[in-house]
């Protein structure tokens, strides 16, 4: 049974920093597309970032638009457990944050395309 847990939300100052980790259970992921979304209140679920490997070695990352640049994705299949660096957040960036796997290596924004979810983390950003 395929399980992810995030761990690493918390409250932190506007410009501040938080590393969101995503541990991964129950199958062989570096064949999986993994992906971060975020939802805040009143809100749809949005798409933030998205990553997955090629050959084994090299990934290919996408994110929206909003936190390029300041947002970092990884992934160490070694140990099952996708991360996200979150750099100069703003208020803005306060949500609940999800990861999530899908069983294909196809990239995609749509979260209904997601096969599993974590239970969430929650990010609050104080100005």
């Known amino acids: 049974q395929v399980q992810l847990v995030e761990s690493g939300g918390g409250l932190v100052q506007a410009g501040g920093s938080l590393r969101l980790s995503c541990a991964a259970s129950?199958?062989?992921?570096?064949?999986?597309?993994m992906g971060w979304f975020r939802q805040a209140p009143g809100k749809e679920r949005e798409f933030v970032a998205v990553i997955r490997w090629s050959n084994g070695r090299t990934y290919y990352a996408d994110y929206v638009d909003s936190v390029k640049g300041r947002f970092t994705i990884s992934r160490d299949n070694a140990k099952n457990t996708m991360y996200l660096q979150m750099d100069s957040l703003k208020p803005e960036d306060a949500a609940v944050y999800y990861c999530?796997?899908?069983?294909?290596?196809?990239?995609?924004?749509?979260?209904?395309?997601?096969?599993?979810w974590g239970q969430g983390t929650q990010v609050t950003v104080s100005s």
């Open positions: 999530a796997a899908r069983a294909s290596m196809t990239l995609t924004t749509n979260p209904h395309a997601y096969d599993y």
């Open positions: 129950g199958s062989t992921f570096s064949n999986y597309a």
